[in-house]
Every structure is written in structure tokens, then in C-alpha cells.
T-cell receptor, first 115, second 114 residues
């Protein structure tokens, strides 16, 4: 079946511009996660949506970052007034979040370059 | 605070030799445990998980991992490494309570030398 998809795959933007990154999770997955990964490094947690519960925003690095999930499906991560340090690969993952299938399935990522 | 440690940034092993990538965690209760692999220029792929039952779990590509409750460890192993196993490996844990978030380790880069 279809996996997690993300768009765009690559985004180059000028410093100060706003960007929107999209994630389409696997159908039926109630949990959705956003992470950031700098050049071959570890995963930095950003935000976590679980069903209709209030999202866990504890990982968002600044108020320039926001995310929403509409209708319990598609999610958009928005970065306002981008900075060069925002350059990274942004990964989205989804999971069923119920026993025994808690594992996350990751999308291919969006590579963001801020010039 | 909940945390996952992967004490080795880099593991080098010769092709055909056994490999071990270590993971220890500090998470309350008995969490669910996972391994993910990231091949160069690819997304993260799920390898295996421990939910309950046998402490030795088997996953994709011939990998296995052993859960050790007393040592709070979940080391990844493979009896005979392949050059194609060279990748970045992440250990992750998730507390059992509903709605809890994942905690990922910092990753270990495995290089299998021909």
C-alpha cells in the first residue's frame, strides 16, 4: 500500500521567506510526527499529533515554527521568516499507535535549503 | 528525564563478522523498543521491535535484537555482516502509556568493510 508521502522533496528558499511542508500519512494512522534531521545527524523531534488530542509541541524550536493537521489526516509544517539554521531535512512519520503496531513509518523527507 | 543512549557514534566491522550496535535506555516502566535504519540518502526504515514475549526478536535483513530488562538494553545484532548493512542505525523507545511520544537515540553509523 501507499506509504507516507511528503512534498516538496526539495525546497530552496531565501532567508526571511515563509515555507510550507506537507505530509500525507498512511491512511488509518492516527498518530503523526514531525522531525528535523541535519546532515546525517540524529533526529530532532518537533511536534506530535495523536487523534483529536492537543498536539505535543514541545519540540518546536521557536515561535516561527507551527504545524496543523486537518481532518486527522494531512499535516502542514510552516516555518515563518526562515533562517539559514533552518536548513535541514524535515521528516514526517505516522503510526497506528495501538498495540501491537506502534512502529512509525517515515516519509522520504523534504530537504530545505535556506540561502 | 527519559533518554536513549547509543554509546558508539561509529562501529566498524569486517564483512562476514558478527556485528553489535548498542542501545540502552532510561524510560519509566517497560517501554516498547524499536530499531530503525537509514541508508545513505534514504528515509528511515523500521527494522524490528520488542513489544512483549521473547527477549530475542528477529527483524528484517537478518537482524535481531535482545531485550535485557535488568540492564535496560536493546542491542542490535547480526551474525554475519554485509557491506550493504552500512548505514545509520537508530534505537527508539516509546513508553506504554497511551499517547506517549517516541524517544530516539542519537544514532550509530555502521561501516562494514569488505
Amino acid at each position: 500500500g501507499a506509504g507516507v508521502s511528503q512534498s516538496p522533496s526539495n525546497k530552496v528558499t531565501e532567508k526571511g521567506k515563509d515555507v510550507e511542508l506537507r505530509c500525507d500519512p498512511i491512511s488509518g494512522h492516527t498518530a503523526l510526527y514531525w522531525y528535523r534531521q541535519s546532515l546525517g545527524q540524529g533526529l530532532e523531534f518537533l511536534i506530535y499529533f495523536q487523534g483529536n488530542s492537543a498536539p505535543d509541541k514541545s519540540g518546536l524550536p521557536s515561535d516561527r515554527f507551527s504545524a496543523e493537521r486537518t481532518g486527522g489526516s494531512v499535516s502542514t509544517l510552516t516555518i515563518q521568516r526562515t533562517q539559514q539554521e533552518d536548513s535541514a531535512v524535515y521528516l514526517c512519520a505516522s503510526s497506528k499507535n495501538r498495540e501491537p503496531t506502534y512502529e512509525q513509518y517515515f516519509g522520504p523527507g523534504t530537504r530545505l535549503t535556506v540561502t | 528525564a527519559q533518554s536513549v543512549a547509543q554509546p558508539e557514534d561509529q562501529v566498524n566491522v569486517a564483512e562476514g563478522n558478527p556485528l553489535t550496535v548498542k542501545c540502552t535506555y532510561s524510560v519509566s516502566g517497560n517501554p516498547y523498543l524499536f530499531w530503525y535504519v537509514q541508508y545513505p540518502n534514504r528515509g528511515l526504515q523500521f527494522l524490528l521491535k520488542y513489544i512483549t514475549g521473547d527477549n530475542l526478536v528477529k527483524g528484517s535483513y537478518g537482524f535481531e535484537a535482545e531485550f535485557n530488562k535488568s540492564q535496560t538494553s536493546f542491542h542490535l545484532k547480526k551474525p554475519s555482516a554485509l557491506v550493504s548493512d552500512s548505514a545509520l542505525y537508530f534505537c527508539a523507545v516509546r513508553p506504554r502509556n497511551y499517547g506517549q511520544n517516541f524517544v530516539f537515540g542519537p544514532g550509530t553509523r555502521l561501516s562494514v568493510l569488505p
